[in-house]
């Protein structure tokens, strides 16, 4: 089709955006590899399966259906057109080129093409209309959690190039499409292109000519034009979120990351300070972000007005590696601290580390390690945190418990009840983990008592640490004091080797995650079993058996560390099925999309001063929307949270909140 010094030109053209191409995505590479904790590239090919369905869009599917189901037809028909354009280039430098002319596959394909144009273009205008008419809430980033204030303006005119990109591209190629045609005769294989054709009737053929070929330069050059520019777009999602599906270790909860190892002397830091502090993986997560703001929406921190957006996490860094990329790409140092280009300190502290952002993200990224490592920073190297932190961190290092009350206390709640200590027995089967909240808080009393008493019903060999129990490090780590995390851990640790502890059954989700997680980054692996899990099973195997008749209608508050971190949703709600009469109603926000109580990431133990309402408070609206009779909680810090929003927002006074074990028990005691 094209002419000889047309042919000329387009080499010239090619070979300019592939070499500004290579540039663009070594650049991009080296600003990954920069980051600390290489990633497994051997994953990679372990997970082709998980890539191929990411890179199909299937982890959009979880919200936003309609949006979901646009989106995914323009990704498809943009990712069918990377192979359109290989066939457009040939047929314009080989003359008489068509792709199996006269043939099924040829017919199939120019089917296809002829399909996705319209699919894309008209996905486009939707996503145009949306962003730029209807201006959608849901794609808008507050700006005063927008720190990097490039990003502020830059959002827009990105998803304006990269939509009217799309949209020229394609619309160029089907319009030349629809010249080609004119020229020569209809093709009932790509209908919308012949339709098109009709309009250019009454031109001459040399105008056709010259139609076609300046269409097949607009398609092409700006195909040509964009590759070098790609890897600085939210384009780059494209690629990078299946990469980033498949280079992801999911052995363990993303809240539980490596240990730091303080006897290496050759460590200068600890946490992240700057960029190149961040894992790798962390770093890939800008390219990754496609901008979608799922995570944002899904932030009980954002949702009730704190100065902090996952989002806004990823979308910073990526404009912060855009205005550093000849700096970073050359291996020299960030100037600039993540606290002050990232996020802001409130928005650092604001995170409950529920874990929503990761578990509604269609690309994996992981925007709440980046703040637990930024803790780790602040609190380990800068000594800069809230207030009331330096009280929990000298409780938990002088008492072993975040209350400050005294080690000799750990035994006060079992009062005059049945229940074996582990100096006296030597050894047991399991080891019933109590907790710092089972042994100190009123509430968490309560269901320790229970927990003895329907444990000694089954008949389980277990016993407690009793006064050699102590914290579990749980909220110091979160909080980002590791080196209070391993001290607390190694204690249990040395505990746990003296009784040959294998299995412990643990009321607490923070307590099971930091044993089962966080303690086999330390080296050690016990079986952890949540007392939902371990009393579902008693229930089942008939060990225990409720008769009691409960017509109270229930409803379930999913604990994050329990579900989200740890994926058990099922166990206690089938506790709560197994009582007689029970109504079990579940929350408009509920399961993998429940919402936070507000305690987790160390936040049971500092002010909520920020925000419109507090997070507990922003829970109570579900309540009040189904008015349950009763509110079965699982963690000892839900239930806090969920029995003082409830006093807070006075609700009906018949509506109460317990433990499953208590709800257990009730149903079983005659």
């Known amino acids: 089709m094209l002419t000889g010094w047309e042919k000329a030109i387009f080499i010239l053209v090619l070979l300019g955006s592939l070499g500004a191409t290579r540039i663009t995505f070594t650049n991009m590479f080296k600003i990954i590899f920069r980051g600390s904790n290489s990633i497994d ?11 191929i369905s990411a890179f199909l869009g299937t982890p959009l599917f979880k919200t936003r259906l309609i949006v979901t189901i646009i989106h995914t ?34 017919n199939l394909y120019r089917l296809f093409v002829d399909i996705f144009s319209i699919v894309v273009m008209l996905g486009m ?30 959002v827009f005119r990105d998803s304006a190039l990269v939509a009217f990109f799309i949209l020229f591209h394609v619309g160029f190629r089907f319009v030349g499409a629809s010249f080609e045609l004119a020229q020569a005769h209809s093709d009932v294989f790509q209908p919308a292109a012949s339709a098109l054709a009709l309009a250019w009737e009454d031109m001459s053929s040399g105008a056709l000519v010259f139609g076609e070929h300046a269409s097949w330069w607009l398609a092409i050059g700006l195909i040509l034009a964009f590759i070098p520019y790609f890897p600085t777009t939210k384009h780059a999602h494209l690629f990078m979120g299946p990469l980033n599906h498949m280079i992801n270790d999911k052995s363990m909860t993303a809240a539980s990351f490596e240990t730091i190892d303080f006897e290496d002397e050759s ?10 502090h961040l894992p790798q993986k962390d770093i890939l ?41 000849t700096e970073l790409a050359t291996g020299q140092e960030s100037k600039e601290r993540l606290a002050d280009w990232l996020l802001t300190e409130d928005a650092i502290w604001a995170c409950t580390s529920c874990g929503y952002c990761i578990e509604v993200c269609p690309v994996a990224n992981e925007p709440m390690v980046d703040i637990l490592r930024i803790r780790q920073d602040l609190v380990m190297m800068e000594s800069k945190f809230p207030q009331e932190a330096v009280t929990t961190f000298k409780n938990l290092e002088v008492n072993g418990n975040p209350w400050g009350q005294s080690g000799q206390d750990r035994e006060k709640w079992i009062g005059e009840l049945d229940v074996p200590i582990m100096r006296d027995k030597g050894k047991a089967e399991y080891l019933y983990w109590v907790g710092c909240a089972g042994a100190y808080d009123a509430r968490g009393q309560d269901v320790s008592q229970a927990m003895v008493k329907l444990l000694n019903k089954a008949g389980v060999d277990y016993a407690i640490l009793g006064t050699e129990e102590t914290c579990t490090g749980d909220s110091a780590r979160r909080l980002g004091n590791e080196y209070l995390f391993q001290m607390l851990a190694q204690q249990n640790i040395d505990t746990f080797d003296n009784y040959d502890v294998k299995k412990i059954i643990t009321q607490c989700p923070h307590c099971l995650n930091a044993l089962k997680n966080d303690y086999q980054a330390l080296g050690k692996n016990y079986e952890v079993i949540h007392h939902a899990e371990f009393l579902d099973d008693l229930v089942k195997q008939g060990k225990l058996a409720p008769t009691k008749t409960n017509t109270s209608k229930v409803s379930y508050h999913d ?51 920020l925000g419109e309402k507090t997070i507990n408070i922003e829970r109570m609206d579900d309540i009040k929307a189904i008015k349950p009779d009763e509110v079965a909680t699982a963690c000892p810090f839900c239930a806090t949270m969920i029995n003082d929003g409830i006093a807070a927002e006075e609700l009906d006074t018949s509506t109460t909140s317990k433990d499953i074990a208590q709800y257990l028990l009730e149903a079983i005691e005659e």
Request: charged share 20%; glycine share 10%; proline share 6%.
């Open 41 to 51: 590239w051997s994953l990679v090919f372990k997970r082709i399966p998980t890539g």
């Open 73 to 106: 037809g323009v990704a498809w028909g943009f990712i069918l057109y990377m192979m359109v354009n290989i066939l457009d280039i040939f047929y314009g430098l080989i003359p008489g080129f068509h792709f199996f002319p006269e043939s099924i596959i040829g």
């Open 125 to 154: 205008v939707y996503f145009l209309i949306r962003r730029f008419i209807q201006n959608d809430p849901a794609l808008h980033i507050n700006e005063t959690v927008l720190v990097n204030e490039k990003a502020r303006g830059g």
């Open 267 to 276: 460590l200068e830091q600890y946490g992240a300070a700057l960029l190149e």
């Open 285 to 325: 997560d800008a390219y990754a972000c496609i901008m979608c703001n799922r995570c944002q929406d899904a932030c009980p921190a954002y949702i009730t007005g704190k100065p902090l957006s996952p989002s806004a996490i990823e979308v910073n860094k990526r404009y912060y590696i855009r205005d550093h990329i």
């Open 559 to 609: 604990s994050c560390y329990l579900g989200r971190h740890n994926d058990i949703y099922d166990a206690p709600r089938d506790v709560i099925r197994a009582i007689p009469g029970v109504q079990l109603e579940e929350f408009p926000r509920s399961g993998s999309e429940g919402l936070c109580c507000g305690a987790g990431g160390g936040r049971m133990w500092l002010e909520e001063t």
